[in-house]
């Protein structure tokens, strides 16, 4: 992204959470993933995260849309405790909501900020269409696994392929739809640990969608 802002500040609902690339098994759909991804003009979703940690799960959902590299909009739906909460990101000006303080702010974004993304994995890749130096720090490989995947809310039944990706900074399983490449499903892991779900449970590739989503209100 142009404009970089720390994806933390994005999930504040949550409390805080190179090797050389092998050759997958299915080059063809890698090289589809990064296709896909640097052809990217826009991405709507609704997604949903669970955080595992020793207390308990954390479980939020979210609608998202994005347009690189500088517009970006998320709004919380569940639970209800953040339902409505809002952050925008519009050409380097970044808005947030929080209803239940009724506190708004509004801030510039500093084009060198710190912005791992760790939070959606090989998604955040994916829409900021890094995918090509994600792959190629990482040692791929495809599963076995051939179970039929059920895409959340559009109850749509999709053929994907599971990858493993082993990084320098950890592990992640990814489920891809075969469809269009792009990812649906990923967990995320620390050594054995699950500590991360994203669930794609809708989603539009390069729908622009309507302008005012990204319009910062006024103070």
Same mark, same amino acid.
Request: glycine share 4%; charged share 20%; net charge negative.
């Given at each position: 992204?142009?404009?970089?802002?720390?994806?933390?500040?994005?999930?504040?609902?949550?409390?805080?959470?190179?090797?050389?690339?092998?050759?997958?098994?299915?080059?063809?759909?890698?090289?589809?993933?990064?296709?896909?991804?640097?052809?990217?003009?826009?991405?709507?979703?609704?997604?949903?995260?669970?955080?595992?940690?020793?207390?308990?799960?954390?479980?939020?959902?979210?609608?998202?849309?994005?347009?690189?590299?500088?517009?970006?909009?998320?709004?919380?739906?569940?639970?209800?405790? %953040?339902?409505?909460?809002?952050?925008?990101?519009?050409?380097?000006?970044?808005?947030?909501?929080?209803?239940?303080?009724?506190?708004?702010?509004?801030?510039?974004?500093?084009?060198?900020?710190?912005?791992?993304?760790?939070?959606?994995?090989?998604?955040?890749?994916? %829409?900021?269409?890094?995918?090509?130096?994600?792959?190629?720090?990482?040692?791929?490989?495809?599963?076995?696994?051939?179970?039929?995947? %059920?895409?959340?809310?559009?109850?749509?039944?999709?053929? %994907?392929?599971?990858?493993?990706?082993?990084?320098?900074?950890?592990?992640?399983?990814?489920?891809?739809?075969?469809?269009?490449?792009?990812?649906?499903?990923?967990?995320?892991?620390?050594?054995?640990?699950?500590?991360?779900?994203?669930?794609?449970?809708?989603?539009?590739?390069?729908?622009?969608?309507?302008?005012?989503?990204?319009?910062?209100?006024?103070?």
């Amino acid at each position: 992204m142009t404009q970089r802002i720390r994806w933390t500040l994005l999930f504040a609902a949550f409390v805080a959470l190179a090797a050389p690339a092998a050759a997958a098994q299915d080059t063809g759909l890698l090289n589809d993933i990064q296709s896909a991804s640097e052809s990217l003009t826009a991405y709507c979703a609704t997604i949903e995260m669970t955080q595992h940690q020793a207390r308990g799960d954390s479980v939020i959902t979210f609608t998202f849309d994005f347009v690189p590299t500088d517009r970006m909009r998320i709004a919380y739906t569940s639970p209800a405790s %953040v339902d409505g909460q809002m952050m925008i990101l519009n050409t380097g000006r970044f808005y947030t909501y929080i209803p239940s303080l009724n506190r708004r702010l509004w801030q510039d974004v500093e084009d060198d900020s710190n912005d791992q993304g760790e939070e959606m994995g090989f998604l955040y890749d994916f %829409v900021t269409r890094s995918t090509a130096a994600f792959i190629d720090a990482a040692i791929v490989e495809a599963t076995e696994n051939t179970e039929p995947y %059920v895409l959340g809310a559009a109850e749509q039944e999709i053929e %994907v392929t599971e990858l493993i990706f082993q990084t320098p900074d950890g592990r992640q399983t990814v489920k891809v739809n075969r469809a269009d490449a792009a990812p649906v499903a990923i967990d995320i892991y620390d050594g054995d640990d699950l500590t991360m779900e994203i669930r794609v449970l809708s989603y539009i590739l390069n729908a622009e969608p309507d302008e005012a989503l990204f319009a910062i209100p006024e103070k």
